[in-house]
C-alpha cells in the first residue's frame, strides 16, 4: 500500500454476486468495478505477503467469490471468501488505489 493519504470512502459499496464483483462509487465521481478474484489476489494480510515475499505458490480458484463484506471501523472493508480466507483488512486508500488501476 503506496499511500497512507486519507481517502475519504465511497459512497456506496455494493457486492454483485452474479457478477462475481464488487462495485465502488467514490464521491468524486468515479465507479469502478473490481473482481473478486483480484480482490483475493490483492490480500495485503501478514499470510499473504509471507508467502509472496518467499515466493511460496498461492493457489487461487479463479471462481473465488465474496461471500460477506463487513465494514473495518470507518477504515475499509474486510472481505470473506469463499476459500475461506478472511484476515486481509482493505483500506479505503488500498481499495482506491485499485480502483484506479482498473480505470
Same mark, same amino acid.
Given at each position: 500500500?503506496?499511500?497512507?493519504?486519507l481517502?475519504?470512502?465511497?459512497k456506496?459499496v455494493r457486492?454483485? %454476486? !452474479?457478477l462475481?464483483?464488487?462495485?465502488?462509487s467514490w464521491p468524486?465521481g468515479?465507479?469502478t #468495478? =473490481? @473482481?473478486?478474484?483480484m480482490? %483475493? !489476489?490483492?490480500?495485503?494480510?501478514s499470510?499473504?505477503?509471507?508467502a509472496?515475499?518467499t515466493? #511460496? =505458490? @498461492?493457489?487461487i480458484?479463479?471462481d473465488v467469490?465474496?461471500?460477506?463484506?463487513?465494514l473495518?471501523?470507518?477504515?475499509?472493508?474486510q472481505?470473506?471468501f469463499?476459500d475461506g480466507?478472511?484476515r486481509?483488512l482493505?483500506?479505503w486508500?488500498?481499495?482506491?488505489?485499485?480502483?484506479?488501476?482498473?480505470?
Amino acid at each position: 500500500m503506496a499511500n497512507q493519504i486519507l481517502i475519504e470512502p465511497p459512497k456506496e459499496v455494493r457486492l454483485k %454476486r !452474479k457478477l462475481n464483483e464488487l462495485e465502488l462509487s467514490w464521491p468524486d465521481g468515479l465507479t469502478t #468495478r =473490481l @473482481s473478486c478474484l483480484m480482490l %483475493r !489476489k490483492s490480500c495485503a494480510c501478514s499470510h499473504c505477503v509471507q508467502a509472496k515475499r518467499t515466493g #511460496r =505458490l @498461492s493457489l487461487i480458484d479463479a471462481d473465488v467469490k465474496v461471500e460477506r463484506v463487513e465494514l473495518s471501523g470507518v477504515s475499509g472493508l474486510q472481505f470473506f471468501f469463499s476459500d475461506g480466507h478472511y484476515r486481509g483488512l482493505y483500506p479505503w486508500a488500498f481499495l482506491r488505489e485499485l480502483s484506479e488501476q482498473v480505470s
